[in-house]
């Protein structure tokens, strides 16, 4: 998604530099289409942000995270090819932060710790990694999330999933994680679940499979 993501931005920087005198736009059909999906998108990020504070989440690891670079990038191409008659001071302030963005990550690189601590962030939440899913099936989801730079290494979280949506869990209460050879999930009641690490012995003398009862809050 990383490569995708920036091959994509490469393009449309590239053609706005090579076409800028020119000034090519989408058209005002195009452009009128592309504002309503930018707008539909922000909306639904807003309430998408709203619903995480209480840990209800789209269903799915990359989904929220695909909607919001749908939406930067549908602000770039705004940006760099909107109908310009149609210019709205408002919105084109908005779709230039979201196209000088990528941009203004590269100079944060060269500021010592917050700089790395900001483009880690963004990272973090918006491009994410595969490798952050410790376990996944049908019903249940332990996920590593993103908890800020140099933040200490937790349990996974755990999120339930329900039609459309998942929901986020109490933290875990478990004593050790470390590299698990695998992790398994049983069913013990409609709210009450045993998550099994096993382990392998990694980092200690414990080969036994460390178990884990949650009861499920949601």
Not at 62 to 80: E, N, P, Y
Request: with cysteine; hydrophobic share 45%; glycine share 6%.
């Amino acid at each position: 998604m990383f490569t995708l993501i920036l091959i994509i931005i490469f393009v449309i920087y590239t053609f706005f530099l090579l076409t800028r005198k020119s000034k090519p736009s989408i058209g005002e059909r195009s452009t009128s289409k592309l504002r309503f999906l930018n707008f539909m998108l922000l909306v639904l990020l807003i309430g998408l942000v709203i619903l995480a504070n209480y840990n209800i989440y789209l269903r799915g690891y990359w989904t929220t995270k695909i909607l919001i670079w749908v939406f930067i990038l549908t602000s770039m191409i705004l940006f760099a090819f909107e109908y310009r008659p149609t210019l709205n001071p408002i919105t084109r302030t908005l779709y230039g932060f979201f196209f000088y963005l990528p941009i203004a990550c590269i100079p944060l690189c060269f500021i010592p710790f917050l700089g790395w601590a900001i483009v880690l962030g963004i990272y973090g939440y918006t491009i994410g990694d595969e490798n952050d899913i410790k376990y996944s099936d049908n019903k249940y989801r332990l996920q590593q999330t993103y908890k800020g730079f140099m933040a200490p290494a937790s349990a996974p979280d755990l999120f339930v999933k329900n039609g459309i949506f998942e929901y986020k869990e109490k933290p875990l209460d478990v004593r050790y994680l470390g590299d698990c050879d695998s992790i398994k999930i049983n069913d013990l009641s409609n709210k009450k679940i045993k998550i099994i690490f096993y382990h392998g012995g990694h980092f200690t003398n414990e080969k036994d499979p460390i178990e884990v009862n949650v009861d499920l809050e949601k």
